[in-house]
Each structure stands twice: as C-alpha cells, then as structure tokens.
C-alpha cells in the first residue's frame, strides 16, 4: 500500500519546538566515595588489630566491664523499684563507650534514652544520668556544662538538635564536633530526614552513629526500611556513609575517630551505622519473647563485645586473669556507688515540676501549679498540727 504523505500546516504564531539535546548534565559530586563498604569494618580478629595501641584496648575493656556492670545494676534498681523506666545498652557497649571515648572536652554528645552508658563513659555522675529515669527531675545535669544534651525519648529530636549547634559552632569559629546517637527506628523519622539533609548543605561539624540493634520495640529491621543498608542512606544527602561492627570496640573506636577528625577539619558529616543487637527487651517493661526466637539473640552472645575484646587482649599477652579480676571488681565497686545513690531518697520539690518547661508559662499550667502549690499547704498544715500527723 502506498503511504501517504501529508504535511501539517503551522498555524501563523505556533510556537515551534525543536528537541534539541539539555545542558549537560553530570552528578554534583561523585557518589562513589560515599557509599559504605559492603561488610561491616571490623578490627578484632584482623590485621588491623596488631596496630591498635595497646594503651586503646585496656582502655576500652576497663570502660567494657564498667558498662556491662552498670547495664545490670541499672536493671536490677528497676526490679527494686528504684528506677522507673531502664531501656539496656548490653550489647551495644562497644558503641556506648567508643563514642563517647572519641570525644575532647569542648565537644557535644546528643544521646538518645539508650545512651545513659555514654553520657556516664563521657564522665557524668552516674546517679544524674539516671535521674530521668526515675522521673524525679527533668534532664538531671546541666546539659551546657556538661556538653551533654539530655536523653531524648522522642525518637530523632535530637538530631536537628546536634545539627544547629554544630552549625553555630563553626559560624562562630568555635572548635566543636557534635556527636549524635540514634537507634534504626529513628532513621524513619522526619527529623533524621531534616537533620541529615542540613548537615550535608551546610557541611556542618557533626557524625550521626546509628546504632542498628535489629529492632525498634518489636519491629525488626526488615519492616523498617527497604534501604540496602541504613550507611547506604547517607549518599542520598551528600555525605559519606560507613558501615562497622557495632560489637567490636576498637572497629567502632576507629570508625568514629576518623569522622570526628573529619568534621572537625571543615570535611563535613558523616553517617556510620553500627551493626549491633539489642541483647536485652526493649526496657523492663517489654516483653521480647512474643516477637523473637531465642536462637537469635544466643548467636549475638557469642559476638559479645567484651568477650571479643577480652578474647583479643588475652591472646596478645596484654591482660591476664589478674587484670580480668581488676576489672570486674573496679566495675563492682561503680555498681556499689551506683545502689548507694540510687537508694538515698532525692530532696525533691514537687514544685519544679512546673519550672524550666517554658520560658513563659502557659495558663493551663500556672492554674496547675497554683492547685498543686494549695494541695502541698494543706499536706504541710496537716503535718505540723499537733497528734494529727499520722490521720491523712
Ligand atoms: C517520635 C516518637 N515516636 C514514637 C516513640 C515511641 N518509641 C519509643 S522507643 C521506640 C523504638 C525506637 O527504636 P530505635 O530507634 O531502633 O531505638 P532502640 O530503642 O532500638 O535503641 C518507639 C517507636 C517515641 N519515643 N518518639
Ligand atoms: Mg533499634
């Protein structure tokens, strides 16, 4: 059949479009560089282990044994009804102590309510770190005298948190790194989105460590993100991601050196995930057996940090029975500190209650606080009234 041609007549004035190729385009920076490794980095049981300093090790198995200890003390004060609330970091002590090991004094530490180990490796009193907890005063220390931002129970706030004052830091030509914790599950919150975003923009002086413990509550890693890794998620920001066994101390030691320095050197954020397993329920308060086998958190305990660490100083000669015994019983003598302050009953005033909340106080909560100051009057009457003591 003979094909017919027809010609398409333009309208006077049409707008003629002729394909001509776009500008050339290109990545804006090589993503290559970015993306995370594809095994975990490790230290114990490599090469790598020969050149750690030995100084390193001791250190981080004394801080090990400690964190362990504390972990189970803590525990034991909820069952004693001393502490509230303990979310426990056994099993991810690695990371606990290692973060807060990298850092120098003038430096911040952005925890999130798992990192109580952290804040008390980085040297506050163990009794303050745990003052949240038992829900007797707000924060408990001093965030700005301590650089240690108080624990945070929304999921990821402290994200954006870190990010502005790593920010403003550097606007003000101060020497500061801004150091943030996060668990796999704050990865899926807007603020980890927010914060990460920013940080890459502005090339801000802060590492983000998320610490990949399987599970948020009960939801696994698998229904939390389709992400290849969650390291894999900081080439979508313009970051490098970097990826290390959250159970190997000095790996993690390594990994987060070398993103302060970084970050510290104007080089800009960095995101490492920690491959690590929460050993324990998500707090005393759940339940871990409805959502996993025991299989699975047995074969986490034969990767447990301070055993690996122990394995590494023994073979080598650098610690023998002796020093494994000094450990321990250092650890001991933190936890018998620990139970005393954590039995003495806190002074409290329930009035505080109402105090450094807001800047100026909303009417609901100045109607409170005079209800609450009354009922504490009338308490104080019936106190001090003679033989009427003992009637409420
Ligand atoms: C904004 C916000 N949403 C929900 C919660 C309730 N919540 C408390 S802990 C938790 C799981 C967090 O898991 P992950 O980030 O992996 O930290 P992990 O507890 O494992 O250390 C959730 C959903 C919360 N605290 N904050
Ligand atoms: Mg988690």
Redesign the pocket.
Known sequence: MKKSSTTVQEPPGAVVHRSTPPPPWQPRTDPAPLLPDREPYRVLGTEAAADTDPELLLRLYAELVRGRRFNAQATALTKQGRLAVY?SSTGQEACEVAAALVLQEQDWLFP???DTLAVVARGLDPVQALTLLRGDWHTGYDPREHRIAPLS?????QLPHAVGLAHAARLKGDDVVALAL?????TS?GDFHEALNFAAVWQAPVVFLV?N?G???SVPLAKQTAAPSLAHKAVGYGMPGRLVDGNDAPAVHSVLSEAVRRARSGGGPTLIEAVTY?IEA?TNADDATRYRGDGEVEAWRAHDPVRLLEHELTERGLLDQEGIRKAADDADAMAARLRDGMNADPELDPMDLFAHVYAEQTSQLREQAAQLRAELDAAQTLDDAPGQGDAR
């Open positions: 979310p999130s309510y798992r129970t929304p999921l990821a706030t996060v668990g796999d599950g704050g919150e610490q413990n599970f948020a509550i929460r998500h």
